[in-house]
């Protein structure tokens, strides 16, 4: 019974996973949404996925998918940042019309990843769509942090230029500590600005902007009519981008907030007293059935390229979560692709809009 219910993730435990090498890749990785690396001998998160094999641990949870006919809704991330970025041209229109004056986005990309060069790309694009204008500064990888710094200044100083994204990751050789905190707080339409990290961290403050990633997720609880507050939230991953401002956020919605990471003891046992999941840590498969409460909603961050002979590209994407078991349980999930990926560049555009309409004071 459980081979057949668990199928579709037998390639899902860590270490029949494939991961393909950065070098391969011509287009979306996760390694900018990975907040720390598992080794196969010394985690304990993944002693459990080996641990649990293909089975589920816990045979209340086996009961409860095999009483489960019902499979979860998909939040069609999708949709739903169509929806946001149809919402964002009409406010760009009145604006325009109103005091002529178009949001600006500068993108600063430093060296020849394929993969930033792809982001970069889908992130002028989905400018143009909405009528954002959109500036680029395109640096060698052996550029200096002076150049760079350069740079942000000037566009600091433009006037046409209401947000600023430095694309990450930045080559080894500059601190981008540094360079983040030279971008103004008041372009910061990541949200990486340690003082809009403060902000979103206290009670009572209001960050300029949240970051893009985590901000997208609880959008699209809010549209998907997921209730947040009281609601018991479990956040996999702990990074600065994601895994950490989005388990603020769900504070601030009112949850009740617990954050699994590569040290928990018992990852497993913490993830399924959730209401609410919300996973970046960008390992394929990790979190199984057999870690979801019935009825819980996913969020599935993660972005991982697989091993598919299968497909044209020689690679597939999944998430962090086994989708085929997670779906028999969960009440909602997002897929991978077009859930959160696309709302985070829309979530982007939606801050490059409050950016300019806070400087204009335009209501
Ligand atoms: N300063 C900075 N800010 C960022 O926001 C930032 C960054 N650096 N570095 C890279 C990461 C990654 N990121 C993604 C955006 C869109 C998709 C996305 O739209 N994915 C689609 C397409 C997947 C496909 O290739 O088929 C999807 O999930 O459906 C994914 C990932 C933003 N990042």
New binding site residues.
């Given amino acids: 019974m459980a081979s057949v219910i668990f199928a579709d993730c037998s390639s899902s435990t860590a270490a029949a996973t494939r991961f393909l090498p950065l070098s391969r890749l011509s ?2 990785h996760s390694h ?2 990975m907040p720390f690396k598992f080794s196969p001998s010394n985690h304990s998160l993944l002693r459990t996925i080996v641990a649990n094999g293909h089975s589920p641990s816990s045979p209340s949870v086996l009961t409860a998918v095999m009483a489960s006919a019902t499979s979860a809704t998909i939040i069609d ?2 949709s739903i940042a169509k929806q946001i970025r149809d919402e964002i041209t009409a406010e760009i229109s009145r604006m325009k019309d109103a005091i002529g004056v178009v949001p600006g986005l500068a993108v600063i990309l430093v060296g020849d990843r394929k993969d ?1 060069a792809t ?1 970069v790309r ?1 992130k002028k694009k989905a400018c143009e769509s909405v009528g954002i204008n959109s500036y680029e500064a395109h640096l060698p990888e052996d550029s200096t942090e002076q150049e760079v710094l350069k740079y942000i200044s000037g566009f600091n100083d433009d006037p046409s230029v209401h947000g600023i ?4 990751p930045l080559p080894s050789h500059m601190n981008e500590q540094k360079i983040l905190n030279a971008v103004s707080i008041e372009k910061d339409v ?1 949200g ?1 600005h340690p003082l809009n990290i403060g902000r979103l961290a206290m009670r009572g403050r209001e960050p300029l902007f949240v970051p ?2 985590p901000k997208g997720c609880i959008e699209l609880l809010h549209r998907h009519g997921v209730q947040i507050e009281g609601k018991r939230a479990v956040v996999i991953g702990r990074s600065n981008i994601v895994g950490m401002p989005a388990a603020l956020l769900l504070q601030r919605e009112d949850a009740t907030v617990s954050i699994v990471h590569s040290r928990t003891k018992n990852p497993e046992e913490i993830t399924r007293q959730a209401d609410i999941i919300i996973s970046a840590v960008g390992m394929p498969n990790m979190v199984r059935g057999s870690w979801i409460k019935p009825g819980a909603v996913i969020i599935d961050v993660g ?1 991982n390229p697989v091993e598919d002979a299968k497909s044209a590209r020689g690679y597939r ?1 999944v998430g962090d979560v086994c989708y085929e078991e997670a779906c028999k349980i969960a009440s909602a999930i997002t897929p ?7 709302m ?2 829309a979530m ?1 555009l939606s801050n490059s809009l409050s950016a300019a309409k806070r400087v204009h004071n335009f209501k």
């Fill in positions: 287009v979306l900018w949404s991330g999708k930033s982001y889908n994204l430095v694309q990450l990541d990486f893009c990633t972005i994407l991978v692709p077009g859930g959160v990926g696309p985070t560049i982007l």
